[in-house]
């Protein structure tokens, strides 16, 4: 795996902004599912807004809405574009 | 597969298919509109709503088209059906072990893509599948058009484009069913490509699977790919295959093992 | 082959797979869902002859429904809304049906009485069977053939995954799990529905917790419940509009207190017997689509005039039948509903209400639907005859029993909170396959709402405001 200093998490990305899937560090049922969303490596998200409180955020993945948990977004390597 | 045998897997599902009716599983992503299909072509009444994850068991009914009887079976949503939740799971075997006569994988129009993914997924359990793409008024209110001929010609089955919640497409999809159970429909269902390092593992394990003798039953490179998935809980669902001697057998020892 | 050598074979075959899935990097379940999404992107390019795709409808609702400002009293403001329109026209529907069932029940009283039939099976027939099936009728059906229909349009509107999107965060403090507040809407409809909808939630822990305290939701039979007392206790001078109005304000607190309950009753489970940390949640928030307002309101309100009436039939009708002969049949100088009602009198008093009250409660446990009905003709069989025709004169009914605003409040906490109705115990044992877990839902909300009431009615007593 080559680093890449310009990975972030995606819980990180600003509202508004796009960036391109990188690593996923989920386990379990919570990685197959994020997968079957069609967050694969790659794929391009837009975080589209959060919840009144904050959490969660609401992400646009090939042409759906998807909202996530700040906890579960953290764990998403993304590149900012 | 005779007739017998299909009939002791799905009386497993609850399924109470008269031996003249054909069986009809819909498919497809939460939220796209089956049970509102389901209740167009049954005259039932499954709860509908703008909301993912509202049928969360199998529904079952009836209709006729040109004297010909059909079973429609209402499956759960599901994103895929490669993982083990209990939904999918309940889709999956359905699809897989209580072999409907033809799978209907009902689409978003307004996001295809991502809807496209489940429908791959089912031709490649089974070929008979057709595509129904539903919501095309949602699309048409954003100025989304689709070239069905060319969806069809994508993907190797029948592509019927419907409004279920207007009736619209609806006779389509019964005349498609009715010609799909009489045979005059040819499915070539799209092989989908993988990459090479997933193509070379399948070839590895291709020729042990194909020593089962499963061919008949499930498609050996699906069955592959589900090894190579680490899929448990389908392997020990394959495996009551093998301990049967009889044909009969067989099918009791899967119900059981489901 | 023989069995042995098949089941060692498969096994053989995984083992192979297994070092063939260990030579790779990458899992190759990964590669397979991405490779799959490959094929699928290219299809769409081929296919998607064109796409704007901009959902701008859903963006700018979106802006106000999900926004820091707006998202939480909106949610209240909806419900506010959908209650006022409730309570406010069914008034009118409901004196109607109410006239014309009792005039018919004068009617049938005097047939039976032409007929010279014997008073036993007048009263059971009557005052039983049909006075039962009217009430369940008349209060119970026009709320709830107004309140679904709305809420079915909000539902096909799009609405309800924004809730569990805005409410998420809350759930997450409890451990729990946003798609609760799903199950929880479908609750409204049936409790045992709502159960069953708790499939939708992935983790099992938080699964269990959301069928734990789905009752807290009131249901279709409780409705009409807190919106009877509310009317006839909660805004004495009002009328019309305005009255219409309060009592919205009262049920949306009532509904308030029920979400909270919720949150505090999943807070305390995750922290005892189903400790756990909160899982994940994924939740697609689909496009809002425009409802088809006409068909809705018609098939909804056809929908539920059908259920209200099954269960009218169904339920109301064969309890009527029952509680007229448990009031009527007398072992000693004592009917054998009042023995009960007296034995029950000092548990119902310390938590502010009367032994007829907690029996009807107790009785109601096959369905909700019944326990006003059996109240009303405990009260009836054990006082003077009146004709209920009005809630002003169920008003006075209560009023002659020793009702207070306190035993009002009671009555409207204790229906909120008590024990599921049967249907829905029974479902909760099919959902979990745990007779453990089915106790436990008779139980904690059985405990929340003796507390509750006991401790409020203390306390007013204490400060002398009883
Ligand atoms: N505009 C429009 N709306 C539709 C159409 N088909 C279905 N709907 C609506 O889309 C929503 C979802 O439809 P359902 O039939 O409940 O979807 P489902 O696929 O059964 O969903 P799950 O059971 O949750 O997987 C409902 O509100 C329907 O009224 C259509 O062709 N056009
Ligand atoms: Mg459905």
């Not at chain 1, 955020?57 to 993304?78: P, S, W």
């Not at chain 2, 040819?186 to 499963?214: D, M, N, T, W």
């Not at chain 3, 259920?307 to 054998?336: C, D, H, M, Q």
Request: charged content about 20%.
């Amino acid at each position: 795996m080559t680093v890449d200093f310009n990975a972030i998490p995606l819980s990180q990305l600003s509202i508004g902004s796009s960036c391109r899937i990188g690593e996923i560090g989920l386990n379990g049922l919570l990685r197959r599912r994020i997968q079957d969303l069609g967050i694969t490596p790659g794929t391009t998200v837009e975080c589209l807004r959060r919840g009144p409180s904050g959490d969660p955020t609401a992400y646009v993945v090939r042409g759906t809405t998807i909202a996530l948990r700040k906890e579960d977004a953290y764990q998403i390597n993304v590149f900012p574009i | 597969m005779n007739k017998g045998h299909k009939m002791i897997l799905r009386e497993h599902f609850g399924i109470k298919a008269k031996s003249d009716q054909y069986v009809i599983a819909l498919a497809g992503n939460p939220n796209v509109g089956k049970s509102t299909v389901f209740n167009a072509l049954t005259g039932l009444r499954q709860h509908t709503g703008n909301w993912p994850g509202k049928t969360v068991d199998n529904a079952q009914g009836s209709f006729s088209f040109k004297d010909t009887d059909f079973l429609m079976i209402d499956l759960p949503g599901t994103y895929s059906i490669l993982t083990n939740t209990v939904e999918e799971e309940i889709a999956r075997d359905f699809i897989c072990f209580a072999v409907p006569d033809v799978t209907v994988v009902v689409l978003d129009a307004t996001s295809l893509e991502r809807n496209l993914n489940i429908a791959l997924q089912v031709m490649e359990i089974t070929s008979k599948v057709i595509v129904c793409v539903n919501l095309l008024d949602e699309a048409k209110k954003n100025k989304i058009t689709l070239n069905l001929p060319g969806l069809e010609k994508e993907l190797g089955v029948p592509v019927v484009g419907t409004s279920a919640r207007q009736g619209i497409g609806l006779d389509k999809l019964k005349e498609m069913l009715y010609l799909a159970v009489k045979e005059q429909v040819i499915f070539r269902p799209r092989q989908l490509h993988y990459s090479p390092e997933v193509e070379e593992a399948i070839a590895q394990i291709l020729p042990k699977i194909e020593q089962l003798g499963l061919s008949d039953y499930l498609h050996p490179r699906w069955l592959a790919l589900r090894l190579l998935d680490n899929d448990e809980m389908l392997l020990r669902k394959v495996s009551a295959y093998l301990t049967a001697n009889s044909d009969d057998d067989i099918y009791r020892e899967v119900s059981m093992a489901l | 082959m023989s069995i042995t050598t098949e089941k060692d074979f498969l096994q053989e075959l995984n083992k192979e797979a297994e070092t063939i899935r260990l030579s790779y990097v990458t899992k190759l379940g990964d590669r397979i869902i991405a490779d799959i999404y490959k094929n699928a992107e290219q299809i769409s390019k081929n296919v998607i002859l064109n796409d704007t795709n901009k959902k701008n409808w859903t963006l700018k609702l979106d802006n106000y429904l999900t926004s820091k400002i707006f998202g939480y009293p909106f949610m209240l403001l909806v419900l506010g809304i959908i209650l006022w329109i409730t309570i406010s026209g069914a008034n009118l529907p409901s004196d109607m049906l109410a006239t014309a069932l009792f005039s018919l029940q004068e009617i049938l009283s005097r047939g039976f009485l032409d007929l010279g039939a014997p008073a036993w099976l007048h009263g059971i027939l009557v005052f039983g069977v049909f006075h039962s099936v009217a009430w369940v009728v008349s209060v119970m059906l026009p709320p709830m053939a107004i309140f679904f229909p709305l809420f079915t349009l909000l539902e096909d509107l799009g609405y309800l995954p924004r809730v569990a999107f805005n409410l998420d965060n809350l759930f997450k403090k409890a451990k729990t799990c946003g798609k609760q507040s799903l199950t929880m809407c479908m609750g409204f409809g049936c409790n045992a529905a709502g159960v069953v909808a708790c499939r939708i939630i992935d983790s099992p822990r938080e699964r269990l917790i959301a069928v734990l305290t789905n009752n807290f939701v009131p249901c279709n039979g409780r409705f009409p419940i807190l919106i009877a007392i509310g009317t006839i206790f909660g805004v004495g001078a009002l009328t019309g509009q305005l009255q219409a109005l309060a009592v919205a304000g009262i049920i949306t607190g009532v509904i308030l207190i029920g979400v909270f309950v919720t949150f505090a009753v999943s807070w305390i489970l995750s922290r005892s017997i189903l400790k756990g940390e909160a899982s994940s949640m994924v939740l697609e928030l689909p496009p809002y689509r425009r409802p088809k307002i006409a068909s809705v309101v018609y098939r909804s309100i056809i929908d539920r005039t059908i259920f209200v009436l099954k269960r009218a039939v169904s339920v109301a009708a064969p309890a009527g039948a029952i509680i007229w002969i448990v009031a009527n049949t007398y072992i000693g100088e004592i009917s054998i509903l009042n023995h009960l009602a007296g034995w029950l009198n000092p548990f119902a008093q310390a938590i502010g209400m009367d032994g007829y009250i907690l029996l009807a409660f107790i009785l109601g446990l096959p369905a909700n639907e019944i326990v006003f009905p059996i109240l009303i003709m405990s009260y009836i069989s054990s006082g003077t005859m009146i004709e209920l025709e009005s809630l002003a004169e169920l008003r006075l009914l209560f009023i002659d029993h020793g009702w207070t605003w306190l035993t009002a409040v009671n009555v409207m906490l204790f229906t909120l909170l008590h024990w599921p109705c049967g249907t829905t115990l029974l479902t909760t044992h099919k959902e979990t396959g745990s007779k453990k877990w089915t106790l436990a839902a008779f139980i904690i909300p059985t405990t929340v709402a003796f507390t509750v009431c006991f401790i409020l009615t203390q306390t007013v007593r204490l400060l002398g405001l009883g």
